[in-house]
T-cell receptor
Framework: DQQVKQNSPSLSVQEGRISILNCDYTNSMFDYFLWYKKYPAEGPTFLISISSIKDKNEDGRFTVFLNKSAKHLSLHIVPSQPGDSAVYFCAASSNTNAGKSTFGDGTTLTVKP | NAGVMQNPRHLVRRRGQEARLRCSPMKGHSHVYWYRQLPEEGLKFMVYLQKENIIDESGMPKERFSAEFPKEGPSILRIQQVVRGDSAAYFC????????????FGQGTRLTVV
């Protein structure tokens, strides 16, 4: 039973356009959500997060939206840049312990010049 | 300020041997988390340790796997009698406290069992 799902294994967008990555979760106990970016042969690096008491968090080109009723979150990247090409992982945790998170399987984003 | 350091980066073991993976958390961090990533999958939580204590090992296989975080030195993930299915990338993360909004990951150890 996968509690965090990223249903799109890959996404390809043109440079300058918007990238939208989606994530669904099933566990109502999750109260904190994170997006990580990962390059090959490296560890995940934190990108942006959102608490369950909010529905939006923005940081520069990155915005995360949370729809608690639908148990759905999304990451928007605007404008997309070639350097954004990486694997993006959605993660969820409870009791605001980001160290112990449940990860999705990732979405590989390719931004074409 | 060094980040989370894992070594070795790559480890090759024959079936039946032991694998020892090391993780030095960021300076000032006393909470360590180990994850395993199989090919084409996400990271799976294994174990959460605080100095000298195992807090949560709910993701750890019951046999052959153990972890420790001694008072002095790095955290160690130990896999005894490795099998081919243990081949994966193992990541360590650290945080300064239990309530944390971000965990910092190391670059991982890629274990290959031949």
């Amino acid at each position: 039973d996968q509690q965090v799902k990223q249903n799109s294994p890959s996404l390809s967008v043109q440079e300058g356009r918007i990238s939208i990555l989606n994530c669904d979760y099933t566990n109502s106990m999750f109260d904190y959500f994170l997006w990580y970016k990962k390059y090959p042969a490296e560890g995940p690096t934190f990108l942006i997060s959102i608490s369950s008491i909010k529905d939006k968090n923005e940081d520069g080109r990155f915005t995360v939206f949370l729809n608690k009723s639908a148990k759905h979150l999304s990451l928007h990247i605007v404008p997309s840049q070639p350097g954004d090409s990486a694997v993006y992982f959605c993660a969820a945790s409870s009791n605001t312990n980001a160290g112990k998170s449940t990860f999705g399987d990732g979405t590989t984003l390719t931004v074409k010049p | 300020n060094a980040g989370v350091m894992q070594n070795p980066r790559h480890l090759v073991r024959r079936r039946g041997q032991e694998a020892r993976l090391r993780c030095s958390p960021m300076k000032g961090h006393s909470h360590v988390y180990w994850y395993r990533q199989l090919p084409e999958e996400g990271l799976k939580f294994m174990v959460y340790l605080q100095k000298e204590n195992i807090i949560d090992e709910s993701g750890m296989p019951k046999e052959r796997f153990s972890a420790e975080f001694p008072k002095e030195g790095p955290s160690i993930l130990r896999i005894q009698q490795v099998v081919r299915g243990d081949s994966a990338a193992y990541f360590c993360a650290s945080s300064p406290s239990q309530k944390n909004t971000e965990a910092f990951f190391g670059q991982g150890t890629r274990l290959t069992v031949v």
